[in-house]
């Protein structure tokens, strides 16, 4: 669901980017000291680094020629907390954009809020977070991820068709563009509703507490057990399964296709200075554009490649963020404690 510069218009992209930049600053101010444990620090690296690897796998949509991935928000948030979900899916949004063209610059702060906002600080917090609290099970698990997951795409598909309304993208009707883009995203919200819980149990299994239910005679195993089979997983799914992702057009690609199939017009283009200004920045940023290898685009090596360098990078930044919010946060508790 990641929106191209297209799709906005300079004013409706720079006020998203406002408002995101807006929340990001809100939410590092108002972080507790315990939303950012140094314990903490090394999962949001590893989970940024699935999530990152996961959303390269777009999986084939039957009988409409479509695919889907997943979008990560509520498993991150069930992993390390809502706030730290929101900075890690910031950080991996932002290195898609910026080393990978995907996702246009102007409408980074649309990405940020319909895939980091939405699932992470509003539909975590307000629906999963109390399902789960009420004694996590495997059912329990499946029923708020499904609800979670879903609710936040059906959002975020809503939000992508009122951005484009407020932009003035006439190619792309409220009615007919809404009407496609929910049911697709419909149907991908469950399966990635499905993924999420499978994912959960089984962290459930190896760190109850994690998910809130640690019990005095059911003590955890070692957390560097799971952190290495999360990122024994992201480099499997990075390195080997971006070799059979679908080649259909992802959900919203699909949408807009149809769309401008049926109201019989062109699929929108950005027209504006400040447009081909943001895609020129990006191209002098992007290493990997389209997740192909530099002069090389038809190299198969190229996803496998850029999901491993993407991974890495997500690692990097979003542990190393963690580590700076915690180090910073517990400096400042120092000083009032003096």
Request: glycine share 12%.
């Amino acid at each position: 669901m990641h929106m191209t510069d297209a799709l906005v218009s300079p004013a409706v992209g720079l006020a998203m980017d406002v408002v995101a930049g807006a929340v990001i600053a809100g939410t590092v101010a108002r972080i507790k000291k315990d939303q950012f444990a140094d314990k903490k620090v090394p999962l949001m690296g590893v989970a940024g680094a699935l999530i990152f690897a996961g959303q390269m796998i777009n999986f084939a949509i039957p009988g409409t020629g479509s695919s889907g991935h997943i979008g990560g928000g509520i498993l991150l948030a069930a992993l390390v907390g809502a706030v730290p979900a929101f900075l890690t899916m910031t950080v991996v949004l932002t290195i898609q954009c910026l080393f990978f063209a995907d996702g246009g610059l102007l409408a980074l702060g649309c990405n940020i809020f319909n895939l980091g906002v939405i699932p992470c600080l509003i539909i975590f917090p307000l629906l999963v977070a109390p399902i789960f609290s009420g004694g996590t099970s495997r059912t329990r698990l499946t029923v708020g991820s499904l609800l979670g997951v879903i609710l936040s795409l059906q959002l975020g598909a809503l939000g992508v068709v009122l951005q484009t309304l407020f932009s003035g993208i006439v190619e792309l009707p409220f009615t007919v563009f809404l009407a496609t883009m929910l049911p697709i995203h419909l149907v991908i919200g469950v399966i990635e509703g499905i993924i999420t819980a499978a994912v959960l149990s089984f962290v459930y299994a190896m760190r109850p507490e994690l998910l809130g239910t640690a019990t005095p005679q059911n003590t955890p195993p070692s957390s560097k057990k799971l952190l290495i089979t999360l990122a024994t997983a992201t480099v499997i799914i990075a390195g080997g399964l971006t070799w059979f992702a679908s080649t259909n057009p992802d959900g919203l690609e699909w949408a807009i296709s149809r769309t401008t199939e049926k109201t019989g017009t062109q699929e929108p283009e950005g027209a504006t200075g400040i447009h081909q200004g943001a895609d020129d920045a990006q191209n002098t940023t992007a290493g990997f554009p389209d997740y192909s290898l530099p002069g090389n685009p038809d190299n198969p090596a190229g996803a496998p490649i850029s999901g491993l360098v993407g991974a890495g990078l997500t690692f990097l930044v979003a542990a190393g963020s963690g580590l700076v919010i915690s180090r910073i946060k517990k400096r400042g508790r120092v000083t009032v404690d003096a």
